[in-house]
């Protein structure tokens, strides 16, 4: 395996394996954006070398997961089941659920023998559709030779449709807070800023506002400059992205940040794949530095660059909340916290960023009736009652400090005088331990994705170095003031 699991992650699948083994046949795993979920079902696979099929319904997640499972698994053969391809014979299948759940693909699906079923953005899995696939699969009898998995970050849904119906057990759980404080997501700093926007009159339907009524009370050019001036002021050098409630919004929003010379972009889903890929590439590459989304970008979107989430629109659903403030939360070298930019209207008790600061229980059985209303209830929600327009940190946590040192060469010293040094190779990063006593240590040989590859370097750190240097809690650091000789030398 060419990347060490975390300590969680290996938790997470030794807890999922036992429940399997007694006889818990239909698992869900509760684990925040940026965790690493897809590493989990990966690792998750190869140790129980089931033939597997991993479900997903976008393109992007698809190809996603299986970037992951190369990296974690490459001598599996893999293939995938979506539109005109169909790779259906091989040891792990990407599935698209559109395609999968089609009659003659179930078919030959069914004429595989799929003995482990892993299902991404698992809050999906009760619509008919996943449904349909899982029944014909065999993965709903509790045949005790089959095991289906379902992970999300947010495991409750918007309409009401009850996982229970789908899953038996949450086998894992982590917070969000708890991986903040670990040092695993990046740390978050919320700015509350009050609209004059009155939300009274805006209906409520299925636990959240009425879209089309929303719209017209917030898309309006006095709170959309009232937002890009914000963003100006206080996330001037940060790639960001703002949540929006419809198409219009998101359209409105960019040419109200082009307007003010801050190069943007729409993101929606129903843009064809090929401009969303592009829109996306441009917003990684730096050729934009905020994309305006709605319905997408929500799940499923790797950029560890983005540091800022702008919640241009206001919503009474904490999943839907936890999946946009999750986008900004995965760790970079380049980054120190992520910045949210909470827009909070007038009239309604909406989710804040002070959300994130809980979490579900370990082991809640979500059978038996303890649909989503009964999850949901024990994720309680913190009321932030703030002085309009102050920063505060939701958390308190830091994390380490990465220096870049030319030739796109990042290093993260001690006060010992010890440095890890990542270096750019082929299509990714490794890294090296320098000792103070001229000893070398291959850390990462493989080439890795940035945030995977100082993952693993910083997951060394805390066991290895002492860090009041490279920390953020260094005194120095703290009070703006350069280290002296003796901090650094």
């Known amino acids: 395996m060419n990347i060490a699991l975390r300590h969680y992650q290996t938790e997470t699948i030794e807890q999922t394996i036992q429940a399997f083994k007694n006889g818990v046949t239909r698992q869900l795993l509760t684990l925040p954006t940026g965790s690493g979920k897809t590493i989990i079902m990966a690792a998750l696979a190869k140790s129980l070398g089931k033939r597997t099929l991993l479900l997903a319904h976008r393109e992007e997640l698809i190809t996603q997961a299986m970037d992951k499972f190369n ?22 299948i990407f599935g698209s659920v559109q395609t999968c759940c089609r009659p003659q693909r179930l ?60 899953f038996e057990k949450i086998t894992y759980s982590i917070s969000i807070a708890t991986m903040i404080k670990s040092g695993y997501l990046s740390p978050v700093v919320g700015r509350r800023l009050l609209t004059r926007t009155s939300l009274n009159e805006v209906r409520t339907v299925g636990g959240d506002f009425a879209l089309s009524e929303l719209s017209e009370k917030i898309n309006t050019p006095e709170r959309n400059n009232f937002i890009v001036d914000s963003y100006k002021k206080y996330a001037a050098n940060r790639k960001g992205i703002a949540f929006c409630c419809d198409v219009q919004h998101c359209h409105d929003l960019a040419e109200a940040f082009k307007t003010a010379h801050i190069r943007a972009i729409a993101v929606y ?47 009474k659903f904490k999943g839907l909340y936890i999946q946009c403030i999750g986008r900004g939360l995965r760790l970079h070298p380049s980054k120190a916290d992520c910045l949210v930019l909470d827009f909070a209207d007038e009239g309604h008790n909406l989710e804040t960023v002070a959300s994130i600061q809980q979490a579900i229980p370990h082991s809640q059985y979500v059978g038996d009736g303890c649909g989503v209303e009964n ?24 994390r380490f400090i990465w220096v870049q040192v030319g030739n796109g060469e990042w290093s993260l010293a001690d006060d010992d005088g010890n440095e890890i040094v990542m270096t750019p190779s082929d299509s990714g990063y490794v890294a090296q331990v320098y000792w103070r ?22 997951d060394f750190a805390r066991t290895h170095f002492k860090l009041n240097y490279a920390s953020a809690e260094s005194p120095w650091l703290n009070s703006h003031l350069p280290p002296t000789e003796g901090q650094i030398s």
């Open 71 to 92: 990296m974690v698994w490459p001598e599996a053969e893999k293939g995938v089941c979506m539109a005109n391809q169909d790779d259906s014979d091989r040891q792990v």
């Open 107 to 166: 078919e030959q699906l069914q004429k595989n023998g799929f003995e482990l079923l892993l299902i991404d953005e698992a809050h999906h899995a009760n619509s008919e559709s996943y449904q349909t696939i899982i029944r014909s699969l065999g993965f709903a009898t509790g045949d005790k030779n089959r095991l289906m998995v379902g992970v999300t970050a947010t495991p409750m849904r918007s309409d009401e449709k009850e996982l229970g119906n789908v």
């Open 269 to 315: 889903g129903t843009m064809g794949s090929l401009e969303r890929r592009n829109a996306l590439h441009g917003l990684k590459n730096g050729e934009f530095q905020i994309a305006t989304s709605c319905g997408v970008l929500t799940e499923g979107f790797d950029e560890p660059t983005v540091s800022c989430i702008a919640m241009a629109r206001p919503t």
């Open 375 to 398: 999850i949901e209830s024990k994720v309680q929600s913190i009321n932030i009652r703030r002085v309009c327009d102050e920063e505060f940190d939701i958390l308190g946590a830091t």
């Open 437 to 458: 006593n001229g000893n070398q240590q291959s850390l990462v040989s493989t080439p890795l994705p940035i945030e995977y590859c100082s993952g693993t370097c910083e």
